[in-house]
């Protein structure tokens, strides 16, 4: 290859590269949710940073949020995050946990209710293979424990905290109510489904699950769980509320993308601007 047909092929990958910016950019506005506390998407808070409120703790109900990791790491791609790198199998076919988050019914939301810190000792009691499989964090090593536990104390330190639940049973009641991810998700990876083909796929008659897009790409799934008048702790799926499936902004064909490094990766002139 000439100097000049190098310096071509070079000059044309640095403007498709350019293109799939602006295109992840305009799809996906830079909101609050691109405030990062580690860089995680934080579009609950986005939706509702005007109607939270730090004085007290009380609540109704949980919103259960789960990711789909392929689309994380896509709209993070050049960041180059070790588990969108290397991505676990699981993340294929499953979504996994975002947070659990306290709510109310009037669309409010408590947080930051003490400044208890999140202790490793809860990572030894509920065992680190259990938050691996279903609170991950694409972006560090398991080997670097620090960072990779700051997605969990982030979550403990904005929500937990308000749930009135000791940290352990935060945790293992958000764990415990981990919504599997329909055979759809799986047999349509790297393809469409419609709206109503995902909301009977997770058993919706009606109000009981919200779909989040970036762009026209699935980005989260979440459900509302009841909470015990005793206690605080989550017992089964309700209705959400309107103010929860207003956030819902997927139309009615959704994307379910695929991981980066599942794609081509040989084709110097493959189009970055659509995924397949």
């Not at 950019?25 to 409120?53: A, M, Q, R, T």
């Not at 259990?130 to 090593?141: E, G, I, M, Q, V």
């Not at 639940?165 to 055979?183: E, G």
Request: hydrophobic letters at 30%; aromatic letters at 12%; glycine letters at 6%.
């Amino acid at each position: 290859m000439s100097f000049l047909t190098f310096y071509l092929h070079l000059h044309l990958l640095l403007i498709a590269a350019n293109v799939h910016i602006e295109a992840r950019l305009n799809e996906h506005p830079v909101g609050e949710e691109d405030i990062n506390i580690g860089d995680f998407n934080l579009s609950h808070h986005s939706k509702h940073k005007k109607k939270h409120s730090t004085g007290t703790n009380t609540f109704d109900f949980y919103v259960l949020s789960m990711s789909y990791q392929p689309e994380f790491c896509d709209s993070h791609r050049y960041n180059h995050f070790v588990g969108c790198e290397n991505p676990n199998d699981f993340w294929r076919s499953s979504l996994t946990l975002h947070g659990l988050w306290p709510q109310r019914s009037d669309g409010t939301w408590p947080a930051t209710c003490s400044n208890e810190s999140f202790s490793l000792d809860t990572v030894n009691e509920i065992g680190m293979d259990r938050f691996l499989h279903y609170w991950p964090n694409t972006k560090a090593s398991p080997n670097e424990l620090k960072k990779y536990t700051e997605f969990w104390a982030h979550e403990w330190g904005k929500h937990g905290t308000c749930s009135g639940l000791p940290q352990k049973q935060y945790f293992d009641v958000a764990m415990d109510h981990f919504l599997p991810t329909p055979s759809l998700v799986q047999e349509r990876y790297g393809s469409t489904v419609t709206k109503s083909e995902l909301t009977n796929a997770y058993g919706d008659d009606g109000g009981m699950v919200t779909f989040i897009c970036s762009g026209k790409y699935l980005s989260e799934v979440r459900v509302c769980i009841q909470k015990s008048g005793k206690d605080g702790t989550a017992t089964e799926r309700m209705k959400c509320t309107d103010d929860v499936l207003q956030e819902g902004n997927c139309s009615d064909e959704i994307y379910i993308p695929k991981f980066y490094s599942d794609k081509d990766e040989h084709s110097l002139f493959k189009d970055t601007t659509m995924r397949e």
